[in-house]
């Protein structure tokens, strides 16, 4: 449980959870460095600025829809004798019109467009890199990385910490985060975390608990999300769901950052699921006769997901705020994982208690699809140039696992 020393300064008050129960600390400001100290002097956190790579092609509904009916076509043309002999299933074609309702997603960022449309291919084509060169998820994750540092106005040597956040690494090892450090020119120590959508909300909290705990004066959280890449677009229920980007958001020691959003509060959940599940693994080549097939790519049970992360979600924010002394009518905004625009209203709905306005639960879906971890960060990024301060608004995560983050933000 937690060995903390409540002391107060400037009457900011903290709260995080520690193991699993909620607990007040006060913030206070010796002036450290970048090294843990190891005593129990609390510092309050601030998210002092965020960061957004845009792949360079945009994919519609019609493009993929079109490249999807091509490739049924073809299949059904191919295996013509064994589906009239009852072998073999026919394949059915995709509607723009389906995707747009079931998801609110009209279009989406690719890194790599071309085999995505050429059905007979239907997948991303990114050519290995020499070892020499850096990757292209460091890359993307450099770029977003860059948009935040010149955002905040200082030196990336005022970083000490990066982790990259995402729900897929470019490789085992060497971490994408230190990959990502050495690209920056960042000193001290990085490493890679994934809990798939909620990657960034779960970033974050490491984060804030690292400038709490006076082992970091700043982190750097980064997003790289090349969904494309695990995306099965053979997929009828799920071809249209996700898109590429990056993004990147900077948790700063409040006594030295200038302007940003005070953490009110970060907690997070996870509660086993099978129903969003990838079995791509270091172990699939021992098991050679797995290799190829569909689980070794993005699956999910749809409606169940829909059905149980709803309510989940919903109360795990009531139950936050409630825990903050935050009356959520309170919250101006919420910047919500971007999966589904029908599970955001109803999650709006459930914790507003009346539908919400477009400006108090953002959705960007329709132009970015799911982008996995980073679409609560483009929300908040792309929303909230119009806070005064004082005003209160809410990331929230949720997704793979299952997991859900919620982090109450106040402008500064
Ligand atoms: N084009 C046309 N019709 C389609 C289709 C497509 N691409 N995909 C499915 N359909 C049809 C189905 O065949 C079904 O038809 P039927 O009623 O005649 O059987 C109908 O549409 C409904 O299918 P269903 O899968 O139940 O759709 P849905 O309304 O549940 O929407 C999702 C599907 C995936 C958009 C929705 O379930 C969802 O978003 N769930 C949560 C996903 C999520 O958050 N995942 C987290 C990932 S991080």
Known sequence: MARRSLRVKGGLRLRGDVQGQACAINAQSPGMTGESVGDATLHQAVIAATGLYTPPETLTNAELVAAFNAYVAKFNDDNAAAIEA??????TPSSEEFIVKASGIKSRYVMAKAGLV?????????????????????????AAARDAIARWGKDASQIDAVICAASNMQRAYPAMAIEIQQELGIEGFGFDMNVACSSATFGIKTAVDYITSGSARAVLVVNPEITSGHLNYQDRDSHFIFGDVATAIIVERADLAEGGWDVLGTRLKTVFSNNIRNNFGFLNRAAPEGNGAADKLFVQEGRKVFREVVPMVSEM???H????GIDTTQLKRMWLHQANINMNDMIGRKVLGRDPSPEENVIILDEFANTSSAGSIIAFHRAHEDFQSGELG?????????????????KR
């Open 317 to 319: 924010i009531s139950t």
């Open 321 to 324: 705020a409630a825990d903050l």
């Open 86 to 91: 009852g072998e073999a299933a026919a394949m």
């Open 118 to 142: 050429d059905p007979d291919l239907m997948r991303p084509v990114i050519p290995e890199r020499p070892n020499d060169q850096v990757s292209i998820m460091a890359e993307i994750g450099a």
């Open 394 to 410: 809410l990331i929230c995560s949720f997704g793979a696992g299952y997991s859900a983050g919620t982090v109450f933000v106040k």
